[in-house]
């Protein structure tokens, strides 16, 4: 799906951490988008990128005997 309009200013990577989040109920082979905006101690907002992944398909069902 599209995604809103983006902007700011990009950040510095020297200065980026990790972090996880774990999706849930997400379709099988299906394109997802998502974006980074991080915010510093001050509240001011950074755009960082736009990003995609495709989810794997639907594991084949077991077969009968």
């Known amino acids: 799906g599209a ?5 700011g200013e990009r ?3 020297a ?5 996880r989040v774990e999706l849930t109920g997400l ?9 980074v ?11 960082d990128a736009y990003y995609s992944f495709t ?4 594991p084949d069902p077991p077969s009968g005997p």
Request: charged letters at 10%; a neutral charge; aromatic letters at 16%.
């Open 27 to 35: 379709a099988p082979n299906t394109k997802y988008y998502f974006e």
């Open 37 to 47: 905006v991080v915010s510093d101690v001050q509240g001011a907002q950074a755009f």
């Open 3 to 7: 995604l809103g309009s983006g902007g």
């Open 11 to 13: 950040f510095s990577r």
């Open 15 to 19: 200065f980026a951490t990790n972090h």
């Open 55 to 58: 989810t794997p398909g639907a």
